[in-house]
């Protein structure tokens, strides 16, 4: 695995870095998805705890932008989740993302750790390098009730979803499957 990171970071320094703005970068990057994952899940819990699994769905339909907007306001990076089956208004992935998404998958197939998975690199476009970031999210059994197959799913959910998602393909995951990323990005200065 380390051999893969380096791989990533070293695509990234010989394209244009100085070696310690990349580091500080990947490094706030590394923060913003503790802290971002870190309210998440106790939002997440507290939510199916205190009101069900249906007021979850409208939990995680307002607060996980409004986590994501603090994370960016606080860091100044753009913050996202993506999939490449995706359920939110901002989680389809763009063509980097989906290349590192698909990319992540095979690492995963090959057997390599998710946890310690993660992609930064600085992309150029039309002139303009964006630094990018993104790291896997992987499906754990408590997000089965709403991303898992259609047994898994109770009515009340199915109901919900289909309310606030019509187009939602962010179903048929199953534990350990990845089931999006975190992606930042910011451009470079
Ligand atoms: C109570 C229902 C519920 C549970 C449980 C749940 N999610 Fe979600 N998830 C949602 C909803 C609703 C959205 C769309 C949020 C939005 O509108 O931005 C979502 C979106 C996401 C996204 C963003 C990408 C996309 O497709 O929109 C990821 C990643 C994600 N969930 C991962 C998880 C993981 C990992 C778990 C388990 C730890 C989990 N979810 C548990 C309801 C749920």
């Known amino acids: ?24 970068d990947l490094q706030e990057a590394r923060q913003m998805v ?3 994952g870190g309210q998440l899940k106790p939002a997440l819990k507290g939510a199916m705890k205190a009101g069900g699994p249906v007021e979850a ?4 339909n307002t607060k996980a932008p409004a986590i ?20 939110g208004a901002t989680a389809t992935p763009d063509a980097w993302e989906t290349q590192t998404l698909k990319w992540f ?18 992309v150029k476009a039309e002139g303009k390098e964006t630094i990018r970031y993104m790291k896997p999210v992987m499906t754990g059994g408590v997000c089965l009730t709403c991303h898992g197959s259609a047994e898994q799913i109770p009515d009340g959910v ?11 393909k962010a179903t048929g995951f199953k534990e350990g499957d990845i089931r999006g990323a975190f992606s930042f990005q910011k451009a470079a200065n």
């Open 158 to 168: 199915k109901a919900k979803l289909a309310q606030l998602y019509p187009n939602d």
């Open 105 to 122: 998958e095979e690492q995963i197939a090959a057997g390599v750790s998710p946890k310690t998975l993660e992609k930064f690199e600085i």
């Open 57 to 60: 769905v409208a939990m995680c």
């Open 34 to 36: 503790k802290e971002f």
């Open 1 to 24: 695995m380390k051999k893969i990171l380096l791989t990533a970071l070293i695509g990234g320094l010989t394209l244009n870095a100085h070696a310690s703005e990349v580091n500080s």
């Open 68 to 87: 994501a907007k603090a994370v960016s306001e606080k860091h100044d990076w753009n913050v996202n989740r993506v999939s490449l089956k995706p359920r």
